[in-house]
């Protein structure tokens, strides 16, 4: 096929925000039963509805929670662990009540819990006493949001006090992992204090039960003190595995005996920043081989590992993000992406040399794309001395029927990720596949501070977010622009949440991006302190390098807010309505002082979503209008239909 010669930024018949939307599914947890594997999955096209799914032995798929069931917690904001499965039935958090809620045999839902003031999730079945035992946290009515309790509770299922709910373990501020072991004795979970996040302090604690299945005893085992601990889980065998990071790197480890002792090391993360309860990087099979993903060098790896030797051997596979593992009787299934693959349920067979191709379970996305209007990410790395050194995946310009002009660089969107400490998704992300089909480059930055690096360069931004992360960004795009990749004068910068403040940073103390979009991102530091929840109350003190009471210097220094006259370039913000997390006054503030100071700005906000949006409208209208600000800006000529973006002072752009 002959290509249609147009200018970067201007193509048309690609990847359509339709697709992105409507017909892109997101994933929760994976779990298995025998031969059954569940997984919980996010419909844009349902309102954002989340449906536990089931497969059967025979390979078909049933909806076990119909409309209007949505099964999502709301624990700590971001939820997580919303669904268990097990013999007995699946266990689900739903939605709109966040009640426990059990489906079983085909039949309809049944009401567990009524406790309106109470969230759950993260459970296991205690089956020697007919119970869950689950996360909990409890909203005293008429008390604001950020101070909940958190704690440990169990839950009766047998008839006679069915759904009584009762308090077992508590103290600590918050709760992860309870997980009960073959012979209902032992129960271990992790816990943390304000004002650490759990992978900066965490300790595994590991109890013993009395008859009753009260805690007779309990013990810290590992972490704390600047260690932290993730993901414990249990073997047939009764030993004690987890992920511990007290070296640097996070790797696996195992309980014996009360001795703690690493069963493979490796400079690579095993663990993920736990910002969704029930998250899984390794999977203890029956036979005791462990099969895990670690993230090497920004590479996603399969592993092996005998736990008894220490060997541990590369499983070569197509994937470049794998998470959420679990066994099966036949190997582990996982939600995973490729450079053509979007997220995706898979399932990788066992065998003793590397297995054959994934089987796809269940895709994300049920549409066939054109190969040649899907890019694939290249690592693109930045020394930055002392032995850092910053990456990047870059996104080409990419469509089966347009191609740009041959003297012409395309203006570039630097992505900066949620977190701070988050990673740059890798495999197939249809957002970015809609930027590049459209002659768009896209860099997206693992700035300081990301996970999937080791411990040091997570911590290389604490007390310094705002600055090196700003660094980064505009330091990458500089390099794409050395090597050719980018036109200096149309680079564009997005981002949401921690990301979204990078973003208003980058634009208020820099001058290199011609105009940026702030997805519910962070105007005002000491506002965000004030109004933020519980889960993340303590996190800015460590980001920033601040303390209780010694915040106003920083903070005004760094708010974006604060120095909006410095602002010259167009910025676009969109903002949810029910944002917990970053409350939509930090937006409104925003666009409210940039259209006094003169500054082309425009601001959509959406009802009915919350931190990440989740509706197919929402997403399609955010996507789509983000373009057409774009368009305006660098005076581009879209073959798309794009919606009328309503630009405050747009006078203003040039």
């Given at each position: 096929m002959t290509k249609t010669i147009a200018e970067y930024g201007s193509w048309g018949a690609g990847i359509g925000a339709d697709l992105v939307a409507g017909q892109s599914l997101r994933f929760g947890l994976v779990q298995t039963v025998g031969g059954r594997i569940f997984w919980s999955e996010m419909r844009p096209s349902e309102q954002g509805r989340s449906v536990i799914v089931e497969r059967a032995e025979d390979g078909n798929l049933a909806d076990l929670t119909p409309a209007p069931y949505s099964a999502r917690s709301r624990v700590h904001e971001y939820g997580g662990g919303e669904f268990l499965a097990t013999a007995r039935g699946v266990f689900f958090v739903n939605a709109a009540d966040q009640d426990l809620y059990v489906v079983k045999n085909g039949g309809p839902p049944r009401r567990i819990t009524d406790?309106?003031?109470?969230?759950?999730?993260?459970?296991?079945?205690d089956r020697a006493r007919d119970r869950l035992i689950a996360v909990a946290e409890r909203h005293t009515e008429g008390e604001q949001h950020s101070s909940p309790e958190n704690y440990l509770v169990t839950v009766k299922l047998d008839e006679s006090d069915f759904g009584a709910v009762s308090k077992l373990a508590g103290g600590a501020d918050f709760y992860a992992y309870p997980r009960i072991d073959g012979t209902g004795g032992r129960l271990c979970w992790i816990e943390w204090m304000l004002p650490w996040m759990p992978w900066e302090d965490a300790r595994l604690v590991v109890a013993e039960l009395d008859g009753a299945g009260e805690i007779s005893s309990s013990d810290r085992a590992a972490g704390g003190a600047g260690d932290h601990v993730f993901q414990p889980q249990w073997a047939d065998d009764g030993r004690l595995y987890f992920v511990l990071d007290n070296t640097g790197w996070s790797n696996i480890f195992r309980l014996d005996d009360g001795k703690v002792r690493c069963v493979a090391k490796r400079d690579a993360e095993f663990g993920r920043p736990l910002w969704g309860l029930g998250a899984s990087s390794y999977a203890v099979e029956r036979g005791g081989t462990l099969i895990a993903a670690c993230i090497e060098e920004g590479a996603y790896k399969l592993v092996r590992i005998s736990p008894d030797t220490g060997a541990c051997?590369?499983?070569?596979?197509?994937?470049r993000q794998i998470d959420g593992i679990c066994t099966t009787d036949r190997g582990v299934a996982a939600v995973a992406a490729g450079d053509e693959l979007a997220p995706a349920i898979v399932h990788i067979g066992r065998g003793e040399k590397a297995p054959a191709a994934p089987e796809i379970l269940r895709r994300g996305l049920d549409a066939d794309l054109e190969s040649g209007s899907v890019s694939a990410g290249?690592?693109?790395?930045?020394?930055?001395?002392?032995?850092?050194?910053?990456?990047?995946?870059?996104?080409?310009?990419?469509?089966?029927?347009?191609?740009?002009?041959?003297?012409?660089?395309p203006p570039v969107i630097v992505g900066a990720h949620g977190g701070p400490t988050g990673m740059a998704d890798r495999g197939l992300k249809l957002k970015i596949q809609y930027w590049t089909s459209r002659g768009f480059g896209y860099l997206d930055v693992d700035y300081r501070g990301s996970s999937g690096y080791g411990r040091a360069y997570r911590n290389a931004l604490n007390g310094q977010w705002g600055l090196h992360d700003v660094d980064d960004v505009v330091d990458m795009a500089a390099r794409l622009v050395e090597l050719e990749l980018a036109d200096p004068d149309r680079l564009l910068i997005s981002g949401g949440s921690a990301g979204g403040f990078t973003v208003l940073c980058a634009l208020t103390f820099r001058d290199v991006f011609a105009a940026g979009a702030s997805y519910y991102g962070i105007g005002d530091l000491q506002k965000l302190l004030d109004l933020t929840h519980k889960f993340e109350a303590g996190y800015i003190y460590n980001l920033t390098g601040t303390s209780p009471g010694n915040t106003e210097r920083v903070f005004a220094a760094r708010s974006p807010l604060f120095h909006a006259e410095q602002i010259s370039r167009p910025v676009i913000l969109f903002q949810g309505l029910e944002d917990n997390v970053v409350p939509p006054n930090q937006s409104r503030d925003m666009v409210d002082t940039l259209k006094r100071q003169g500054v082309p700005v425009a601001y959509l906000e959406f009802e009915g979503e919350g931190h990440g949006f989740r509706?197919?409208?929402?997403?399609?209208?955010?996507l789509t209008s983000e373009y057409a600000f774009y368009a305006r800006v660098l005076g581009l000529t879209p073959v798309d239909v794009l919606p009328r973006v309503k630009i405050f002072n747009e006078e203003e752009i040039p």
């Open positions: 406790e309106p003031a109470m969230r759950f999730a993260d459970m296991t079945y051997e590369e499983i070569e596979t197509p994937l290249q690592l693109i790395t930045l020394e930055r001395g002392e032995g850092i050194c910053v990456s990047a995946l870059y996104y080409a310009p990419a469509n089966a029927r347009f191609a740009g002009p041959s003297d012409a660089a509706q197919a409208d929402t997403v399609v209208r955010a």
